[in-house]
C-alpha cells in the first residue's frame, strides 16, 4: 500500500534543513558535500553516517511526489536505528524481504554487496573496506529487475534503519 510520508515509524525525530544541490527527490539517501549543501548519495556501497533522507515539504504543502529544486532549503531526516522510512529502491533491483540495502549511487538503495579483498594479488595497491555501507533492511519484497521505465513511487520501499 502506497505511503503519503517518508517518516513511517520514527523512534526520535532529528530534522535539520539544509540547501540543496541538485534537485532531490522525497525519499532519496542524501549527505553532504564540501559546500555544506545536500546532495544525492553519490558513492554506491560507500560509506553512510550518519543516514539522512529527504522529506516531503509539508511545511509549504507539499507531498512526496514533489521533487526540492537546486538552491532550495531541504527538509532532512535523520533517523536512527529502528526508524522505518519510505525510501527509494533503484531501477532494475529484486529485494526480499530482510534483504540489507546500501546506497545505490544515485540517491536511492540497492541490495547489498559484501566487499571482498583478494590477498597475494601484486600491484592491486590498497582496497577500501566500508564498515557502514548497510543502511537498512528491506521491510517488503520488491521486484523491478523486469523494466527500467518504473516512476519513482513504483520504486517506493519500506525499510528499517540498522
Known amino acids: ?40 548519495h553519490d558513492s554506491a556501497g560507500g560509506n553512510v553516517c550518519p543516514p539522512m533522507f529527504a522529506l516531503e515539504n509539508a511545511l509549504e504543502g ?17 533517523p536512527y536505528r529502528g526508524d522505518e522510512v519510505y525510501a527509494i529502491l533503484k531501477d532494475g533491483e529484486n529485494v526480499s524481504i530482510g534483504d540489507e540495502l546500501e546506497s545505490a549511487g544515485d540517491g536511492s538503495l540497492q541490495k547489498h554487496t559484501a566487499d571482498t579483498v583478494q590477498e597475494g594479488i601484486s600491484g592491486s595497491g ?24 518504473e516512476t519513482v513511487s513504483e520504486r517506493r520501499i519500506k525499510v528499517k534503519i540498522v
Open 1 to 40: 500500500m502506497a505511503q503519503n510520508t517518508i517518516k513511517l515509524k520514527k523512534y526520535s525525530d532529528v530534522i535539520e534543513e539544509y540547501e540543496g544541490s541538485g534537485t532531490i527527490t522525497p525519499g532519496m539517501l542524501l549527505k553532504m558535500n564540501s559546500s555544506g549543501k545536500v546532495i544525492a
Open 62 to 78: 507539499k507531498g512526496i511526489g514533489d521533487n526540492y529544486s537546486s538552491g532550495d532549503r531541504v527538509q532532512v531526516w535523520i
Open 126 to 149: 590498497e582496497v577500501p573496506i566500508y564498515g557502514n555501507q548497510i543502511v537498512a533492511i528491506a521491510l517488503e519484497a520488491l521486484d523491478l529487475s523486469g523494466s527500467s521505465s
